[in-house]
């Protein structure tokens, strides 16, 4: 996608910049970035209407997870609450209050601190700066009310349940190759945010996905029995 306007550009090459930078230049990188958004008028009133109803540690909340040992980080789907997150852990970074380094090391290890970096900039950055460009081009609905499904929740026993068979699942899918395991990492986190949700729509349909994943590539076959019986159990599977 080519972007074009002044304010887009220089937000693009921000996070270039950002993204590139070595990690002795990260501090300054994230500032400049921080300075472009607050200097373009398109920005700031994105900005404006992103923070409007916004809950900024409620969200954070739900956004950070663990499962076993492993961080997980969830960006949220709906586009204006990912850019209102990410741009106020961003300026949290930048006022010292967390160290961008060390959530990167946390959220995404790898092999090196640079490696990191560059993985957080991929999973964060990029649909942040996506989200906003697009607002900026393709405009953003400022109303104030917004109907939501209503959720139907699970118990409360289900999560603690079903916690060692996340860890297997994750433990299992981290040995087979890497370019087949993206998707069934993906999905294992999003079954433990449905699962922290307690939303029963969302568990029931991205567990169906992921047992036929794991099934056709015949991983973790006692773990998907037992899961499938706690759905019964918990009243979340037919």
Not at 137 to 152: F, L, P, S, T
């Amino acid at each position: 996608m080519a972007y074009s306007g002044e304010g887009v550009n220089a937000l693009v090459c921000a996070v270039d910049d950002l993204e590139n930078a070595s990690l002795i230049y990260v501090d300054l990188r994230l500032r400049a970035l921080l300075r472009c958004l607050s200097y373009y008028e398109e920005f700031k009133n994105v900005l404006t209407i992103c923070y409007r109803g916004f809950d900024y540690e409620a969200e954070k909340a739900r956004a950070l997870g663990r499962i076993g040992d492993t961080y997980v980080f969830r960006l949220p789907n709906q586009q204006k609450a990912l850019v209102a997150l990410v741009s106020n852990m961003l300026l949290e970074f930048d006022a010292g209050e967390s160290d961008i380094l060390s959530f990167a090391v946390a959220y995404y290890p790898t092999e090196s601190k640079q490696d990191s970096f560059s993985q957080f900039c991929a999973k964060v950055i990029e649909p942040f700066k996506r989200a906003i460009v697009d607002f900026v081009w393709e405009g953003i609905d400022d109303g104030a009310h917004n109907i939501k499904r209503v959720a139907e929740l699970a118990p409360n026993g289900l999560r603690p349940q079903t916690e060692h068979h996340l860890i297997s699942m994750m433990n299992a899918v981290k040995d087979i190759a890497p370019d087949s395991r993206g998707d069934l990492l993906m999905m294992i986190e999003g079954l433990a945010a449905a699962l922290d949700s307690r939303d029963s729509l969302m568990i029931k349909c991205i567990w169906q996905g992921l047992r036929l994943m794991l099934n056709d590539r015949k991983l973790c076959s006692k773990d998907v029995r037992e899961m499938d019986e706690l759905m019964r159990l918990y009243l979340i599977a037919k």
